[in-house]
């Protein structure tokens, strides 16, 4: 349990370093960029300034609560390999880029453009009005989409799987006035839980209700090693603590709800100082990285459009970039 404390104590000593963007990424922590996603290293580096490392004119972008807007390139047309890297980059960088003024890009582009970025994966059945089968179609009418998808409960995607999504893509086709969708950055939430109640979850195991797919709570991020969450509340079957340990020991039913009720007052107490609403307009087509942060639907995504207007959303998401591991040797070992 040491050990766990040495690495969040890490994460704040992390931020009085040279560090890039506002959340505690320093420049030794994205050099750790390892054999489960293609992206050179970043090597010889003398300032926090990913852009002078890798300068760009395919897109600017301008910061927001979290993550970033960016302008200038339509995804419509095909994107160079050169500027998908940039593009990974800043999405360990910014965790979340919202490309602007896209219009409509069509299905079949937009499952193109994300293979860029990995294998795309889709493990839902298809919609019969979803123009592809690699676009999860979401709307708040059962005829355009499904509905209630992502309203429960914070979650990161692909939860239920033994290599949880690593990029996720979310296009807006039409839009209602109320269907915002919702953003919290894991960093930054963990940064203010206190330490015992990090030692519990760094105990903890879940076993998903939809695949019996078992993963921790707490693992590494698979490219910068530093401790992130993978959990969907509404969907654990049963916790395990100390898993593939002599003191291994699966909760009862009682004992897996409080764990949730706990775990949602943390995430609840904190909403309001760190989640970035998104509201849609026109165009929006985001990216994100799944490994950093959580996401919820708004309950106004399911407000009937006879009210509010069709709403409807194409999702992609991207295989994850290998299994669950917990490890946080980078931080142990720069900072004990």
């Not at 300034?49 to 897109?59: C, E, V």
């Not at 299905?107 to 294998?119: D, I, K």
């Not at 209700?209 to 921790?216: D, G």
Request: with cysteine; charged share 20%; glycine share 6%.
């Amino acid at each position: 349990m040491q050990l766990l404390l040495t690495v969040f104590v890490a994460i704040g000593i992390a931020s009085s370093h040279q560090k890039i963007g506002a959340f505690g990424y320093d420049c030794e922590t994205l050099n750790l960029i390892g054999a489960c996603i293609d992206l050179p290293a970043l090597e010889n580096i003398t300032e926090c300034d990913i852009h002078s490392l890798k300068p760009t004119n395919a897109y600017h972008m301008k910061p927001m609560k979290l993550g970033v807007a960016v302008y200038g390139i339509d995804l419509k047309k095909p994107v160079s390999e050169e500027t998908i890297i940039q593009i990974k980059y800043d999405l360990l960088k910014h965790r979340l880029l919202i490309f602007k003024n896209q219009g409509i890009v069509p299905a079949e582009r937009q499952v193109s453009l994300m293979e860029q970025f990995g294998r795309v994966i889709s493990l839902h059945p298809k919609h019969p009005d979803s123009p592809h089968h690699g676009v999860l179609r979401i709307s708040n009418h059962f005829r355009h989409g499904y509905q209630k998808v992502g309203v429960s409960a914070w979650h990161t995607d692909g939860f239920f799987v033994e290599r949880p999504y690593s990029y996720v893509a979310f296009h807006i086709i039409s839009i209602s006035m109320n269907g915002d969708t919702w953003f919290l950055p894991i960093n930054e939430l963990l940064t203010r839980v206190d330490k015992e109640t990090l030692q519990r979850w760094d105990r903890l195991w879940y076993l998903s209700s939809i695949l019996n797919v078992t993963n921790p709570i707490l693992f590494a991020h698979p490219i910068l090693k530093m401790p992130t969450l993978n959990i969907h509340l509404n969907m654990v079957k049963h916790f395990i603590w100390d898993m593939n340990t002599p003191q291994e020991r699966h909760t009862e039913p009682n004992e897996t709800q409080q764990i949730i009720n706990d775990m949602s007052a943390v995430l609840y107490d904190e909403i309001s100082a760190l989640q970035y609403t998104h509201k849609w307009e026109k165009g929006d087509f985001i990216v994100f990285d799944n490994n950093a942060i959580l996401h919820k639907a708004s309950p106004g995504t399911q407000v009937m459009p006879h009210k509010d207007g069709i709403r409807i959303m194409h999702r992609t998401t991207v295989e994850g970039h290998c299994p669950l591991e917990k490890e946080y040797e980078h931080y142990r070992n720069s900072y004990n």
